[in-house]
């Protein structure tokens, strides 16, 4: 069964204005403070669609010297995610 509800919430975070970074990994990310959500896109890679990221998480993101190496040693695999294009295409619920 399609979660129609989370497929309406993955493109309303993807219309809001991605922030651009200067990082050799990350291209630019879209974080959603009323979902917990983090969307990073990436240089060379498939974007990633991160969810129950807590808010003091991002702000430390924000504030490191290196977003890459932070996203490396404090984001990824450390919180749960899929790629967006699968999400979009499939409308693939959390669970």
Not at 35 to 51: A, E, G, Q, R
Not at 56 to 62: A, E, G, I, N
Not at 72 to 78: D, N, T
């Amino acid at each position: 069964m399609i979660d129609q509800k989370f497929n309406i919430n993955i493109q309303s975070i993807l219309n809001k204005n991605a922030t651009k970074l200067n990082s050799s990994l990350l291209s630019e990310y879209i974080y959603d403070e009323e979902t917990s959500s983090l969307i990073v896109k990436f240089n060379n890679s498939d974007d990633m669609y991160f969810y129950n990221l807590p808010h003091s998480v991002f702000k430390s993101f924000l504030i490191a010297e290196s977003k890459g190496t932070f996203f490396h040693k404090k984001i990824k695999g450390s919180y749960p995610w899929k790629k967006v294009k699968d999400i979009v295409q499939n409308a693939q619920p959390l669970s």
